[in-house]
């Protein structure tokens, strides 16, 4: 098992920037796919990013292409997600999830069933 614990959320205005981080501790020798998700209230939990195990590729939602960054630190265990010129629609809690299976370029891992820990969440309020 790896155990997942995100900081960094907060709030912040329209226009803003935060930084939100995520420590792997555990299991955490197999980790080729670590990503983000956010859930608004009411809404069901969506995709945000994600990155492979060496960095070198990424993947976006539409909807935070060109503002977030996800980056990832293998000596760390960790994870980051850079959030810049944050808008209210970017108010969610914000999950960190790792996928401890298998891996092929070739497949967008933007699923919830793609991943296999999860962290409890942190709150990212953007106000107007």
């Known amino acids: 098992q790896v155990q997942l614990v995100e900081s960094g959320g907060g709030l912040v205005q329209a226009g803003e920037s935060l930084r939100l981080s995520c420590a792997a501790s555990?299991?955490?020798?197999?980790?080729?796919?670590m990503g983000w998700f956010r859930q608004a209230p009411g809404k069901e939990r969506e995709f945000v990013a994600a990155v492979n195990w060496s960095g070198a590729i990424t993947y976006y939602a539409d909807s935070v292409k060109g503002r977030f960054t996800i980056s990832r630190d293998n000596a760390k265990n960790t994870v980051s997600l850079q959030m810049n010129s944050l808008k209210p629609e970017d108010t969610a809690v914000y999950y960190c999830a790792v996928r401890r299976g298998t891996y092929s370029s070739s497949i967008y891992y933007r699923n919830e069933y793609d991943y296999d820990s999860w962290g409890q969440g942190t709150q990212v309020t953007v106000s107007l």
């Open positions: 555990g299991r955490t020798f197999s980790m080729p796919v």
